[in-house]
């Protein structure tokens, strides 16, 4: 879980720019589209669709375009139906890349997402070449700066949390992903501010970069992120926090 606040940190950069593009509403709206097609229209029983709509909510999407996009879902409005597709593959320096994408037709994502790694100094692989070395987790990061990690211990110390660290300006409390909710509003319930958090994947391991491989490897994951079929992207990389900054 070593460096993991730096990737997030670039993903909140990220997702306030595709906000500013409007992007992130489309992200958004698939993502609760197959939450409810797959799981049905109950918060309650449907952990992946809650999930969804309060991560929504959290970026100011409007209530009518999440009811709509939950109806589409469940087929009570007529919409484009999503297809959940993962790529695997290798970035520069070898680090494992794995994309998640949502697509109304995959003959057309698979192509530009091969290219896009071609294009960037990666190449595509086979399903599962890299996903054996990552491992999902709830991910809440609390701002350092509003509180500690010793208070944060207090809180959660009777609940079921699998670890907290202190990384950077952030706290970072790990959770399985099926109690992520119940601690998220725990923590909130406190007035502890959140930042960015989210069930995700992290690496197990990471492969440190520098100069040109680095700045290779942050290009290709903006190539990715900038498909508009791709919801998510996951990599190992570690990279020092001068050329992050170079490319935000």
Same mark, same amino acid.
């Given at each position: ?77 007529? &919409? ?12 520069? &320096? ?155």
């Amino acid at each position: 879980m070593s460096g993991h606040s730096k990737w997030a940190n670039i993903k909140h950069r990220k997702a306030a720019q595709d906000a500013k593009k409007g992007k992130i509403f489309t992200k958004f709206i698939r993502e609760i589209t197959v939450a409810a097609r797959v799981g049905g229209d109950d918060f309650n029983s449907n952990p992946r669709l809650r999930t969804a709509v309060l991560k929504a909510r959290e970026n100011n999407m409007p209530m009518e375009n999440i009811e709509r996009a939950i109806k589409k879902g469940t087929g009570a409005l007529d &919409g484009s139906t999503y297809e959940e597709v993962r790529y695997e593959g290798y970035g520069p &320096g070898g680090v494992a890349v794995m994309v998640d994408c949502m697509t109304d037709n995959k003959n057309r994502t698979t192509p530009e997402i091969r290219t896009i790694f071609s294009k960037n100094g990666g190449n595509l692989g086979e399903s599962g070449c890299v996903s054996f070395l990552f491992i999902r987790k709830g991910v809440i990061n609390i701002d350092a700066n509003a509180t500690n990690e010793d208070k944060v211990m207090e809180i959660l110390l009777d609940y079921d949390i699998e670890d907290i660290k202190t990384e950077d300006t952030t706290i970072v409390v790990y959770t399985s992903p099926d109690k992520f909710n119940d601690i998220l509003e725990i923590i909130r319930s406190h007035n502890l501010p959140t930042l960015n958090s989210e069930i995700t994947y992290i690496p197990k391991t990471t492969i440190n970069l520098e100069g040109q491989k680095a700045s290779q490897c942050l290009r290709l994951i903006e190539a990715l992120e900038d498909q508009d079929d791709v919801q998510d992207v996951y990599a190992n990389f570690d990279i020092p926090d001068d050329i992050i900054n170079s490319m935000s």
